[in-house]
């Protein structure tokens, strides 16, 4: 958590910010509903399809928005018009570089449309406001107005409409009073002008909507209200229904009524909600078809409508418990986007969100099994993904801001491990899913809230997840930090940071320098740099200032872990201490017991990949300096007998990590000998290795029959036992080698129960 104020701050601007976005009354309710065409319009310009889009969808849709009652000043077609304009004019650039109109709020919802110039024109004539357009044209400023002018001579495509458009721009005997309108012909009908009082708008009659929502204000019982919307409304009607009663303020003044006298039996909403999903069942291996959403929605919507908390509820546990339940679910999401928008009230989270982020938090116990981890890995894509070409359901930064950060915390850190079903490994599954776009790093959504603490949220997981040996979360927090670091510093190369930006950098910089240890912030140091004040120290290795060899020797191999490149000024810092050691100590001995330290006190908080680049690149840099290495015998025969010396140390003084260095050592050992099983019988370094990964398993074997128990004992006896197998199949090719491998064999204590099993392979 940031320690200043300045960092507060920031964070009570950015969530006033987000709240504003909800209900601005009548004007964000029609942006709320113009929403979809937008992220229509966007879907399909990225598969170079967005022209079709407005004859399909978008038109169509825009058509219902301006059908809807207007409760504000303002009517229907202006909003419209307001949300148009102001998205087209977002991306305009006046000739001093600037933009025209002022920055979009980043956590408004139109900050992500945009509006092409060919399709802005096309929509005000379909939609017959040419009127709104030329008055607001003739309001604005000269700036304003010669760089809109100039969009629309300078459009790639010239159609038609634009055509129109430039050529009275360029007269000057346009009276804003008046409009006028043309009638949709057909090619062989006469084109005919009507005039038409801007003064004097035209009156709408209200639509069967607007005649319900007043009926139901009128509406004393739940029962009563039931019964209207079920019997003036038929199923087909049921996305138009969603999408008007659910941003109406009469709807929420009803709702809120409900709620407030708790006029309803959740216990029957509940019924009601499980007899729907039911329903679905039977039909889940058969094709789904839009019938079946549409029946299903039709059934959700008086539950959703006057008890959303506990319906999403119901909705997200069915999702993750069966999984063909949930494909639907989530379709019927898609069909019907109105039900992902539904909120508690206007400042709060949509409640599907927070019906997630409470399973997250409090994940059942019954859930912890591969089969619902994948179902939440596929709701996770659907809300926050957007690589399958479908749009994501839920805005990202609420994603970052609701789910990430806060399950990132210390707070949640403190609760325990449950490898991938920690709260910790999901929100770091959706910050990948947001920070992704096509296979590219995309830090847009992370740069527009707070870059620093996700960072430092990072830094802190990849600590954590080290110390509770929790692999799969360490390499996935690992690599966002690097990735993001990355995508960040691109961006900020193009882009000079904010003062502001700045700042937070320092204030978390000073958090990580105080609670992170030092090789778990490397990752993200690239960032934090920018930052740092003098004062500040950068990540630094301890054991430059205490000059311990065994502790130069962990922070060797640390280094290593996290990918230090050969020029790494640190590890070259360390690496000269460290041969200064050597040439002033002549006893072997001590190197070999710092060596063996150091392994058994990193290699059990290392992933996979940490640990190859530890033993491809790390223990034969130290190795070679020591000048251990002899002639006639492959380095990589000398790091197996070190690993298995480690293990062997591990299994008697530390059994709790004796089981994490014996599986890196038996994925080195199999990965060595499949490579040297090729030329085994030609090439005389291919035998050494494949002899002393053998030999250095029996060894470990031995050490593990003679050792007191611990609870991952079978677990190492079965590694090891495989790779003895697959060594011993490959030295049976030669008979004086079998013979050898015999020797071996015999050689393991009685005790061992592994004993046997290798004599009568060897028979």
Known sequence: MMISGVHASTTIVALQSLRSLSYDDEGVAIEAAM??????????????????????????????????????????????????????????????????????????????????????????????????????????????????????????????????????????????????????????????????ICSSPLVAEPSQVEKFLRDLLACTEPKTAKEKLVSRFPKDDVLEIISTVLCSDEFHLFRNMLITQQDFDSKVIERDVIVALNRITASASTSVTNRMKLNLANDLLWPILIAPDLVYRRLIHTAVAH??????????????????????????????????????????????????????????????????????????????????????????????????????????????????????????????????????????????????????????????AREISKGLLESIAKISPSKEMAIALRLADEVAASVIEWDSRLAIEPVMRLGRMERISSPRPPSLDSK??????????????????????????????????????????????????????????????????????????????????????????????????????????????????????????????SDAKETFISDTDSEVIVRSAFMCVCNILDALSCASRFPESHSCEVLLMSSALVGLKILSSSKILKSWALVQVKSLSKSCKSRVQLLSALV
């Open 35 to 196: 929403g979809p065409l937008f992220d229509a319009i966007e879907q399909r310009e990225g598969l170079g399809d967005a022209v079709s889009a407005l004859d399909t969808v978008v038109v169509p849709g825009l058509r219902r928005v301006l059908r809807r009652p207007s409760k504000g000043e303002k009517d229907s077609r202006e909003h419209v018009f307001a949300v148009l304009f102001s998205v087209w004019c977002a991306k305009l650039i006046g000739g001093d570089g600037e933009p025209i109109q002022e920055t979009i709020d980043p956590f408004c919802r139109r900050a992500k449309w945009s509006l092409p110039t060919p399709m802005f024109a096309e929509l005000i004539t379909v939609l017959e406001m040419k009127d709104l357009f030329y008055n607001a044209m003739l309001h604005a400023s000269d700036r304003a107005k010669e760089t809109m002018t100039k969009a629309l001579f300078t459009s790639e495509t010239r159609t038609e409409v634009i055509e129109q458009l430039t050529v009275i721009f360029s007269t000057s005997g346009y009276t804003p009073t008046a409009r006028k309108t043309q009638s949709r012909t057909t090619d062989d009908e006469p084109t005919v002008s009507v005039d038409v």
């Open 323 to 480: 999984s063909s339940q949930g494909a639907i679910i989530i379709e019927t999401f898609r069909l019907v986007p109105s039900f992902v928008k539904v909120k508690r009230c206007g400042n709060s989270p949509a409640c599907l969100l927070v019906a997630f982020v409470d399973l997250l938090r409090d994940f059942p116990n019954d859930f912890a099994n591969i089969k619902a981890m994948d179902s939440i890995e596929y709701i996770c894509e659907a809300f926050f993904g957007s690589n399958s070409g479908k749009m994501h359901l839920l805005e990202l930064q609420d994603g970052l801001l609701f789910i990430v950060l806060p399950m990132l915390t210390a707070v949640q850190l403190s609760s325990p491990a449950t490898g991938p079903f920690h709260g910790a490994h999901f929100a770091l599954r959706i910050l990948k899913l947001i920070t992704m776009n096509e296979g590219q790093v995309d830090v847009r959504v992370i740069e527009r809230t707070f870059p620093e603490g996700v960072l430092l949220a990072l830094a802190r997981v990849i600590e954590w997840s080290r110390k509770q040996r929790m692999t799969s979360t360490q390499i996935l927090a690992t690599s966002l």
């Open 548 to 673: 311990d060899m065994t502790s130069i020797t962990v922070d060797i191999l640390k280094l290593y872990r996290s990918n230090a490149n050969a020029n790494d000024r640190m590890l070259l810092e360390l690496l000269r201490t460290f041969q200064d050691f050597q040439d002033c100590e002549s006893d072997l001995s001590k190197f070999r017991q710092s060596l063996l330290v150091a392994c058994v006190a990193v290699l059990p908080n290392t992933s996979g990949p940490e640990f190859d680049r530890i033993s491809r690149i790390g223990l034969p840099k130290l190795l070679e300096m020591r000048r251990i290495t002899a002639a006639g015998i492959p380095v990589s025969a000398v790091v197996l007998d070190v690993l298995s010396h480690a293990t062997v140390f591990a299994i008697r003084e530390s059994p709790q990590r004796a089981f994490t260095i014996c599986r890196h050592f038996t994925q080195l050992t199999s990965t060595l000998t």
